[in-house]
């Protein structure tokens, strides 16, 4: 039922941000404070009764849903942002985009060791910069519970790169 609502509420851009690519943009979600709603419901019937001790959320679509799941399982919420972004003692880890390369980074009293974190973002497309969160995750002794997306896109096989953290990957919305 919410899969066919946000079928309808995302939209399509076609060469954004780059010839060839049809970005999936979410902002018509922002804009349904009903559906908004119903997409954090969803998100916290699918967890509430997994063993999670954190929500991670990648910069900075991350932070749109991963904030209020976070705060309806009253679990912490971390943020993984782009270098030079968060202001206390940092950890960072170096990865490439489809085009290009970057430095993501959490603060490193923002988890502990062998914390449940399930990692989410809006969009699953390659993996990479969700393999980046799962990396950044274990390098602070925390463990991944699992991957959360608004949108997956299957046929670039991002998942294929974030099962060797954790079997559980979900989306609410598959193309």
């Known amino acids: 039922m919410i899969e066919g609502k946000l079928r309808s509420a995302i939209r399509d851009i076609p060469d954004f941000p780059m010839e ?11 804009m349904d404070a009903e559906l908004s709603n119903e997409v954090v419901e969803c998100l916290y019937q699918k967890y509430k009764d997994h063993k999670i001790d954190a929500v991670a959320g990648i910069e900075s679509r991350g932070f749109l849903f991963g904030y209020p799941l976070a705060m309806k399982l009253k679990v912490p919420f971390v943020l993984i942002r782009k270098k030079g ?7 960072s880890h170096d990865y490439d985009l489809e085009y290009g ?3 993501i980074e959490i603060h490193t009293d923002a988890l502990n060791k062998n914390d449940h974190v399930l990692i989410h973002d809006d969009l699953l497309a390659t993996g990479g910069s969700a393999e980046a969160a799962g990396i950044l995750v274990e390098k602070t002794g ?9 949108v997956s896109l299957d046929f ?10 954790s079997d559980n990957i979900a989306n609410l919305v598959a193309y």
Do not use: H, Q, R
């Open 85 to 91: 972004k968060l202001p206390y003692d940092k950890i």
């Open 142 to 150: 925390a463990k991944v519970a699992g991957f959360d997306f608004l």
């Open 156 to 165: 670039l096989n991002g998942a294929e790169k974030l099962k060797k953290f």
């Open 20 to 30: 060839g690519v049809v970005f999936k943009d979410i902002t018509p979600i922002m």
């Open 101 to 103: 390369s970057a430095t």
